[in-house]
């Protein structure tokens, strides 16, 4: 009974926020006492879990129990991502080590938000290829870190960069994006002629978030429906 207490209780607390909350802390304080320091923090190691926070956070997204204790009251979440294949597709993502990369380059608040404050670990993610001949859901991911600076902000040379964002108050996010599979491309044109999907969020009128909530009707219908790349 103690046993079932104690997992009860720590169970009930989000480590993946305190976890990257503390590190955001002390990466602050060491950029405000020393810059050039602060430059050779192996930042993204920082932020990152270690494989036992993974495993945890793995169990809190799925809902599983521990002694008969749910391990947290969040329930999963799912997202559409949109990225151009020219400068990241899900055969780019397939081929990265662990399949995974760095979801850089998000210049949207909102978007920024969802990645900073809803996302966790293990969340599912649809892949979604824009900005091309046939823009459409191409695979399956999911979020595989808490999130950390965008490095791209601080890059003067780079697109994306911001005179406004330094290493002690970064302004923009970004979380690793871990690709599951491949799959034949649902295109945007088939998207819009399913009644199931009408109310999903990328196909309203005006929108042009890069990152969208996916509600779990859509993603149980999707996931149905899309079919393995051959």
Partial sequence: MQMQLLFSFFGNFDWSRVYSEAALSAYSIVSLACPS????????????????????????????????????????????????????????VLASPNQTIPWYGVRNYQARNFMRDLMRIGDGVLFYHSSCAEPGIAGIAEVASVAFPDSTQFDRGGKYYDPKATPENPRWMMVDVRAVKKTQLMSLAFLREEPELAEMQILRRG????????????????????????
């Fill in 37 to 92: 320091a602060a430059q050779a923090v192996p930042w993204r190691s920082l932020v990152r879990p270690t494989a036992w926070h993974q495993a945890y956070s793995w169990m809190r997204c799925r809902n599983f129990t521990a002694f008969n204790v749910e391990l947290g009251d969040r329930k999963m979440q799912y997202w559409l991502m949109k990225s151009e294949p020219s400068d990241a597709s899900i055969d780019d």
């Fill in 207 to 230: 929108n042009r978030l890069s990152i969208t909530r996916v509600e779990v009707g859509e993603w149980r219908w999707l996931i149905r429906h899309l079919k393995d790349a051959s």
